[in-house]
């Protein structure tokens, strides 16, 4: 994929930046007991994407392989989170400059060929602030019917709400780049069904700020998460501390087509 673009004046994107997530991962550890250890993991691979965000600060048109110089960091994160099949995947690349190369790209061309979900979480932790940057830069056009992000060419993670003359207007964000784009509300972004009685929406009274958007059609849902609700809600930190919602969702036959990143592989 050629990635080109004009520059964007920067408070045009709608991107959230790291402080402010790990400062809601924070507040939400407390809020939500429950998921307290999935957040203090998403805590810890923040700082080390941050510390990447930050050492790519300045540059234009950064090289992929500059990633590479953060693969010792990676080690210390994974070595901290004690995660098995983490540190199974990661010595298994080891200090391999040229798999590590094949494994950004893939990944970065939408053609990912991971030998485990442990080494796509790998992958991904070190591409995503790139990808972040890279496209924070371009200016995106696209319809408000386009199921894949008009800036990478990835799947949506989540669909969000904002506020939007006394509605709510729907986008999608990207599970890469974190680029949200317009996005019909009555139109399923898995299999494109239109007819509303085939689209319910599902919400629990203990999750203001989360919905499930289901399809009856193709059987998928979409984490809908709701800032004309709660204004200090952060999309993919408040996906994690509403994770029960999927786990009810999924009770009810609905499968989630892009499953957030920051869950760690059980095997
Ligand atoms: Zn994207
Ligand atoms: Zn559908």
Redesign the pocket.
């Known amino acids: 994929m050629v990635i080109s673009g004009t520059a964007l004046n920067k408070s045009a994107s709608m991107k959230f930046s790291w402080d402010e997530k790990i400062s809601r991962a924070q507040k939400l550890s407390t809020d939500f007991p429950t998921t307290k250890e999935i957040l203090t993991v998403y805590m810890r691979v923040a700082k080390l994407q941050r510390a990447i965000s930050d050492g790519l600060h300045g540059t234009d048109h950064p090289d992929i392989s500059s990633l590479l110089g953060f693969v010792p960091d990676l080690h210390k994160l994974v070595n901290n989170l004690g995660s098995a099949p983490l540190k199974e995947a990661l010595e298994k690349i080891g200090k391999n400059a040229t798999r590590w190369s094949e494994l950004l790209l893939q990944y970065w061309e939408q053609q990912p060929e991971p030998e485990s979900p442990s080494e796509a979480l790998l992958t991904y932790i070190l591409l995503q602030p790139y990808?972040q940057h890279v496209?924070s830069q371009m200016q995106i056009h696209s319809e408000n019917t386009s199921p894949i992000?008009?800036?990478?060419?990835?799947a949506p993670e989540l669909a969000v709400l904002r506020e939007y003359n006394n509605g709510a207007r729907r986008s999608l964000l990207?599970?890469?780049?974190?680029?949200e784009w317009e996005f019909r509300r009555v139109l399923c972004p898995n299999c494109a069904e239109q007819n509303k009685e085939k689209l319910p929406v599902f919400s629990a009274e203990e999750f203001t700020q989360a919905r499930v958007e289901a399809c009856e059609t193709c059987k998928t849902y979409i984490k809908c998460i709701d800032l004309s609700k709660d204004g200090h809600a952060i999309p993919a930190v408040d996906d994690l501390a509403t994770l029960p919602l999927d786990l009810w969702a999924q009770e009810q036959g609905f499968s989630r087509q892009q499953p957030n990143m920051y869950l760690l592989p059980s095997s």
């Open positions: 990808a496209t992000c008009p800036a990478c060419g990835n990207c599970s890469l780049c974190s680029t």
